[in-house]
C-alpha cells in the first residue's frame, strides 16, 4: 500500500502568469499532471465514515474516487463520480468545494484539506482527452418528461432520468445548451468547450435538446403535458437581474451583469469585429461582491478596459465571492473599493454623437462610505452610511452585480403555480411544486446560487420524478 502523503499543503495548482491571463480568454488554472494528483491523492485518509461525501449536495463517493486516483486508475475514477454527478469537468472547475466537501475534511483540521474540486477536474479531464467511447443510451421505458432550461439543474435531472430509461427533453430558450454554465461564466473559468462536451454525452444518454424555445412564450407548460409529456421540470434559473434603483441606471455604458457576461460569453462581443456591441476599454467599475461581479470585472479588464475596480459596501471578509476568485482578480490588478456604496451614476449628452439619446453616457459614480453596524437577520454586519463622506469616481461603465431573481414568464403563464414573495418557484422537499406532476429546483426555486446546488436540486427532483411516474 502507499505511503499517506503527511503535507500540510495541497499541491499547488498550476496557473497562466497574471500579466499574461489578463489579456487572454484562454483558461486561468492549467490543472494537475498526472504525478501531481496522485501525490495529491495520497493526502487523503479514505475515512471511513467519509465526512467529506455529507458536504457534497450530489454525493459523490470521494474517497471512492480518489483511491482510485492512487492506484491510477483514472478512468475508474471517472465512473465512480459519474455514478452520482453529470457534470464532473464543469463542478472541478466552479463548486465552491472549500465551503462543501472540504469544508468536511479531516485533514483540514491541522492543515489544507485535500484538494477535492482539483482532482474531480483532474479525473474528467482525463477522461475527455483519452476516453472517446461515450455511455450506451438505456432501453427506453415508455414515459416521457419535458426540462425546462439546460443549465445545472435541468442537465442534471434530465440525465439521471435518460439513465432511468425516460425520454427526455430539454427545452433551452438560447441558441446554445447550458444555462448559467455558458451565458454566466467566462471561459477562463469554464471553457464553452467543456461544456459541450458533457452535453454530448447527455445527448448519447439519450437525451434530446430544443433550443430556441421559450416556455411561457413559445410553449407553455400546459401545452407540454398536452403534447403527451407525463412530468415536466422547471430548471429555468435566476435570470432577472436587480438593480440599485439609484438615478442614473438608465445610462449608456451602465449593464447589469447578466447582460454584459451574456454579450461576452454567448453572443462573443470579445471577438476584434463582434457583432453584439459592449463598451471596451475606459475606467469600469463593478458594484457587488459575488462571483459573478469577479467575473464581469475579469472579463472587462480582458476586453481592454485601462482600470477596473469592484465597489463593495462590506469589508473584504464579508466579500461572498470565492477567495480563488478574489485572490485572482488581486493579481490581476483589479482594485477593490471597500465599504463604500454607490449613490448615483453621473452621465454626459453628446449631442453630434449619433449613438446618443435622451440618457446620455456614464461620466462618472457618486458614492458614499461605509462602515459595519449591528448584524442583520443573516448574521452579516449590516453596513451604514458614514455621514458627510459623498465622494466622486471618474468611471465609463458601470456593472451592477447585486443578486439576480427568477424569470418571471413561466409563474405567469402557469396556472396554479405558487411563488413566493421573491419571485421563486414554491416546492416541497423533493422539488414537487403546487401543480401536481410539475417539479423545479435550481435558481428558479432559491434564487442565484452555486451549481452543485441546483445540481443536487436536479437530481432530488428526478428521484421524486421516477417515483411518481412508477406509481401513476
Known sequence: MAKINMSLKKNEMPTQAPDVRSRNFDEVALGYTKEMAMDEAMRCLGCKNMPCVSGCPVNIHIPEFISKIKEGDFEAAYRI????????????????????????????????????????????????????????????????????????????????????????????????????????????????????????????????????????????????????????????????PNFMGIPGESLKGVYSANEFLTRSNLMKAYLDTPETPIMKGGKVAVVGGGNVAMDAAR?????????????????????????????????????????????????????????????????????????????????????????GSEFEMDVDTVIISIGTSPNPLIKSTTNGLEVNSRGGIVVNEVGLTSRAAVYAGGDAVTGAATVISAMGAGKTAAAAIDEYLKNK
Not at 200 to 223: H, Q, R, S, W
Open 299 to 387: 472579463t472587462a479588464l480582458r476586453l481592454g478596459a485601462e482600470k477596473v475596480c469592484i465597489v463593495y459596501r462590506r469589508s473584504m471578509e464579508e466579500l461572498p465571492a470565492r477567495r480563488e476568485e478574489v485572490e485572482h482578480a488581486q493579481e490581476e490588478g483589479i482594485e477593490f473599493r471597500l465599504l463604500c456604496n454607490p449613490i448615483e451614476i453621473l452621465g454626459y449628452s453628446n449631442p453630434s454623437d449619433p449613438r446618443d439619446c435622451k440618457n446620455g453616457f456614464v461620466s462618472g459614480m457618486r458614492c458614499v462610505r461605509m462602515e459595519l453596524g449591528e448584524p442583520d437577520a443573516k448574521g452579516r454586519r449590516r453596513p451604514v452610511e458614514i455621514e
Open 81 to 240: 463520480i459519474s455514478k452520482t454527478s453529470s457534470l464532473p469537468a464543469v463542478c472541478g472547475r466552479v463548486c465552491p468545494q472549500e465551503t462543501q466537501c472540504e469544508s468536511k475534511c479531516v485533514r483540514a483540521i491541522k492543515g489544507e484539506p485535500v484538494g477535492i474540486g482539483r482532482l474531480e477536474r483532474f479525473v474528467a479531464d482525463w477522461h475527455n482527452t483519452f476516453c472517446a467511447e461515450m455511455p450506451e443510451a438505456p432501453q427506453k421505458n415508455g414515459h416521457r418528461v419535458a426540462v425546462v432550461g439546460s443549465g445545472p439543474s435541468g442537465l442534471t435531472c434530465a440525465g439521471d432520468l435518460a439513465k432511468a430509461g425516460y425520454e427526455v427533453t430539454v427545452f433551452e430558450a438560447l441558441h446554445t445548451a447550458g444555462g448559467v454554465l455558458v451565458y454566466g461564466i467566462p471561459e477562463f473559468r469554464l471553457p464553452k468547450a467543456i461544456v459541450a462536451k458533457e452535453v454530448e454525452t447527455l445527448k448519447a444518454l439519450g437525451v434530446k435538446i430544443e433550443a430556441n424555445v421559450v416556455i411561457g412564450k413559445t410553449l407553455t407548460v400546459d401545452e407540454l403535458f398536452d403534447e403527451g409529456y407525463e412530468a415536466v421540470f422547471i430548471g429555468s434559473g435566476a435570470g432577472l
